[in-house]
């Protein structure tokens, strides 16, 4: 299947700095990319969809000034976190949907867990 | 909004025996997606269903799409060590992302 992958794979940060994530589609041309947030035991939360070259589409209660998010081309979209705080500790996963083949399906990378002190 | 609603949040089975989740979206869906997620690990495509009262199986898995485009359910028959995991439902309209549900986690003992 296709293969989306994510770096880094964890992150440590102090509070107060930011951090990017990145989310690449390696064997196929995504033209939306999907950002989710999971917390301990919980489910995938879609925080926000991104369509390349064009902005990213935000689901309501989160900020986009502080999760920024850059379509920029067919394989590649970043997640920024600015200004983190340890609230924001979690895993954050992209998932990627291809412009043909199987549809609606959505490809997930490996995720990225973030935590800041 | 779409809200997809997943139960039992927690299932505990001997191995041998037969495991069940349930999804209810409440909303009519265009297509309903399974995903396995291992501890530690990133959600797995299982399956899509699009039309309405598909059944699909995969091996010892059994997929179910409601009449009414809104309701799913995934059996295990047999289970095993290895099915492990939270199962996840996810559920979209037409061209929207996915909304997931809470997940099952399914533990199994030998």
């Known amino acids: 299947g296709a293969v989306v992958s994510q770096h880094p794979s964890w992150v440590i940060c102090k509070s107060g700095t930011s951090v990017k994530i990145e989310c690449r589609s390696l064997d ?6 999907f950002w989710y947030r999971q917390f301990p035991k919980q489910s995938l939360m879609l925080m926000a969809t991104s369509n390349e070259g064009s902005k990213a589409t935000y689901e309501q209660g989160v900020e986009k000034d502080k999760f920024l998010i850059n379509h920029a081309s067919l394989t590649l ?3 920024t976190v600015t200004s983190a705080h340890p609230e924001d500790s979690s895993f954050y996963i992209c998932s990627a949907r291809g412009t043909s083949g199987s549809g609606n399906e959505q490809f997930f990378g490996p995720g990225t867990r973030l935590t800041v002190l | 909004g779409q809200q997809v609603m997943q139960i039992p949040q927690y299932q505990h089975v001997q191995e041998g025996e037969d495991f069940t989740t349930y999804c209810n979206s409440s909303t009519t869906l265009s297509n309903i997606q399974w995903y396995k997620q291992r501890p530690g690990g990133h959600p797995v495509f299982l399956i899509q ?4 009262g598909e059944v699909k199986k ?16 995934l059996h295990i028959t047999a289970t095993q060590t290895t099915d492990v995991g939270t199962y996840f439902c996810a559920g ?14 399914l533990s199994v003992s030998s």
Do not use: D, P, Y
Not at chain 2, 49 to 52: A, D, E
């Open chain 2, 92 to 105: 979209a309209q037409a061209g929207t992302a996915l909304i997931f549900g809470k997940g099952t986690t």
């Open chain 2, 58 to 73: 995969q091996k010892r898995l059994t997929f179910q799409f409601g009449e009414a485009k809104k309701n799913s359910s």
């Open chain 2, 49 to 52: 269903l699009v039309k309405s």
């Open chain 1, 28 to 33: 196929f041309q995504a033209t939306t990319m």
């Open chain 1, 77 to 79: 979209s970043t997640l």
